[in-house]
C-alpha cells in the first residue's frame, strides 16, 4: 500500500458504523477521492475538526481499503470553513459547488485546474459577500472546466455568427442560442434581448446591468439548461434558491 500525501477540500461526510466516518475528497493530485476515516467519530484527537465539509486540508492516505475506497491516516487543517458554516448564504453557495464538483467528477480522474477554481470559489465565499452574478461566473468556469459551457456565442445549430441583439432564441436541449432561422423549426425559449450577452460578460467577469428580470431569465436558462444536460438534480440548488435568488 502506497502512502499518498495530497491537499484536498472536503465535500462530503457522514457516520459510518459507531467510531468511523466516510468522507470525499476532492484532492490536488487525485481528483475525487472516497476516503474512510477509522476512529474518527470515537477519537477526538485524531482527526479533530479537520474533516468538516469545505475545510481546506493536508491529508495522507494509503490506497487500496475495501471498495476502491482509501483509507485516511493523517489531515490537518490548512484554512477552517469558519465563516462558511456560520452563515446560511454562505453554506448553501458552498454546498451548491462543492455538490457540482461531487456530481460531475469521476473518482481519481486528476483535475488540478478545477481544483483551483474550488479554492478560489470556497475562499472567495468565505470572504465577501456573494450577488447572483458571482454565483454565475463560478458556474461557467467550472462548467467550461467540466465541459458542459452553454454555447452563447454562434448559433449551436447552423453555426453562424450572431450580434448580441439577435441573441434571444435559447435551446435548452441544443445547449445554446439559436440564430433566428434555425429557431423556426428547432423548439427554443425566448428570452429578453440583453439577457444572453449579458451571462456572456459575467462569464468573461465584467459586470452587466442586472436588474429582477435578468435574474430570472438567467436562472431560467442555466436550471434548463443545467437540468437537461447534466441529469441530475441538484439538492443544494433548490436550497440556495431559497436562500438567494
Ligand atoms: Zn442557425
Not at 48 to 59: D, K, S, Y
Not at 179 to 207: D, F, W
Not at 236 to 242: A, F, G, P, T
Amino acid at each position: 500500500m502506497a502512502l499518498h500525501k495530497d491537499e484536498a477540500f472536503v465535500l462530503f461526510k457522514r457516520a459510518y458504523g459507531e467510531s468511523d466516518k466516510i468522507i470525499r475528497l476532492f484532492t490536488r493530485a487525485s481528483g475525487k477521492v472516497a476516503a474512510i476515516a477509522k476512529g474518527a467519530s470515537k477519537s477526538q484527537k485524531r482527526f479533530m475538526n479537520t474533516l468538516e465539509p469545505f475545510n481546506h486540508i493536508n491529508v495522507e492516505y494509503f490506497e487500496k481499503y475495501g471498495k476502491g475506497m482509501v483509507r485516511l491516516e493523517n489531515a490537518d487543517i490548512i484554512e477552517t470553513n469558519s465563516g462558511i458554516e456560520r452563515s446560511l448564504k454562505k453554506a448553501c453557495i458552498a454546498s451548491f459547488f462543492t455538490e457540482l464538483v461531487d456530481r460531475l467528477t469521476k473518482e481519481k480522474e486528476p483535475h488540478e485546474s478545477l481544483f483551483s477554481a474550488l479554492k478560489e470559489l470556497l475562499y472567495a465565499v468565505k470572504n465577501h459577500d456573494f450577488i447572483y452574478s458571482d454565483i454565475l461566473y463560478y458556474q461557467f468556469l467550472m462548467l467550461d472546466m467540466l465541459g458542459y459551457m452553454p454555447n452563447f456565442d454562434s448559433c449551436v445549430y447552423c453555426g453562424s455568427a450572431m450580434p448580441d441583439d439577435k441573441k434571444v432564441h435559447f435551446s435548452k436541449e441544443r445547449g445554446g442560442v439559436l440564430c433566428a432561422s434555425c429557431s423556426k423549426s428547432i423548439p427554443h425559449t425566448i428570452y429578453r434581448e440583453g439577457v444572453i450577452p449579458g451571462l456572456m460578460l459575467i462569464r468573461n467577469q465584467e459586470k452587466p446591468l442586472i436588474n429582477m428580470i435578468f435574474e430570472r431569465q438567467a436562472q431560467d436558462i442555466m436550471e434548463g439548461f443545467m437540468s437537461f444536460h447534466l441529469d441530475v438534480e441538484f439538492r443544494s440548488y433548490r436550497i440556495l434558491k431559497s436562500v438567494i435568488l
